[in-house]
């Protein structure tokens, strides 16, 4: 009889297993520090909660809603996909790995460029997906952020890669490697251009992606509270033996170090983009 309250025999209220519904997922979302907030105001707010300021992390589809004026963009080589080059195994193979990720993320690899008008002002944005093993660069990257580049060079378009990404991919090794040298030549020719280049590093940018194209940009930005770095804060510690800093490889930590220009909240970005946009075309000419 103890526990005849918790099976409410006692109102004689029963529900069969068959009629019982689950709460539908994806309703409300709980941020780190604890708050609860419904998905469509998370959605209305950039996906930045409104009372701890807490950023969730984001594909390139959100990304591009957010930036471009209407939801309106053009997919560019969208064509372009990852093959299993090194024909790698691990605990399954590449070619296996990439299908399923394929298959979940319903992306082709790691980036996907957009063009679109910003607030008006047209320009080509690449962003990274985290959801495809883990925004890692690879051959594909490299190639698409290259194409960006020349389809920017062509029709004298400003240049705009969000980076998430935990570094190079590993299962095209030296392959991988190589686009750290591709990017940074183009960016070069981008330059010579006239055209200016923003990247934006939200969490998280790690690896090859901050050791290489994340932190040569004509304006680096930063979402808050977002880690960036090389190698990972309990990678250091041990390699090193000491307590790292309070706060080490957030965004604000290497604003005040001096490696990233600005941060910008995400509610923020779209209007700070636009404005720099014609600040460094200006500066430019």
């Known amino acids: 009889m103890a526990f005849d309250w918790f099976k409410r025999k006692g109102q004689n209220i029963t529900t069969s297993t068959e009629d019982k519904k689950d709460v539908p997922k994806g309703l409300w979302h709980k941020t780190p520090t604890g708050k609860i907030i419904e998905a469509e105001e998370l959605r209305a707010n950039n996906f930045v909660s409104p009372e701890d300021g807490f950023h969730v992390r984001i594909g390139s589809r959100e990304y591009f809603d957010m930036l471009f004026d209407d939801q309106k963009f053009k997919e ?33 690899d790691s980036i996907r460029n957009a063009t679109g008008k910003v607030n008006g002002v047209e320009m080509v944005i690449s962003c990274m997906d985290f959801a495809f093993i883990g925004g890692s660069l690879g051959s594909v990257m490299g ?26 991919r590993m299962q095209e090794a030296a392959y991988s490697l190589m686009q750290l040298a591709k ?60 307590d790292l800093p309070e706060g080490f490889q957030t965004s604000e930590f290497l604003q005040e170090k001096g490696f990233v220009d600005f941060i910008v909240k995400r509610t923020e970005i779209k209007h700070q983009v636009s404005r720099a946009v014609k600040l460094l075309i200006h500066e430019y000419h």
Do not use: N, W
């Open 183 to 242: 990017v940074q030549a183009k960016l070069v020719q981008l330059s010579d251009a006239g055209l200016p280049y923003i990247a934006y590093l939200t969490d998280p940018t790690f690896g090859g992606i901050t050791a290489s194209f994340a932190m040569t940009a004509d304006l680096i930005i930063a979402e808050p509270s977002a880690l960036i770095g090389f190698a990972g804060p309990r990678v250091i510690r041990e390699t090193i033996g000491k």
């Open 76 to 108: 560019l080589d969208a064509d372009v996909e990852s093959v299993d080059i090194l024909k790698f195994k691990d605990t399954k193979s590449y070619t296996d790995r990439l299908k399923e990720v394929k298959a979940k993320t319903k992306l082709t």
């Open 143 to 168: 190639e698409k952020i290259r194409r960006a580049i020349d389809y920017c060079i062509k029709h004298k378009l400003p240049y705009m890669i969000i980076c998430q990404s935990g570094g190079a």
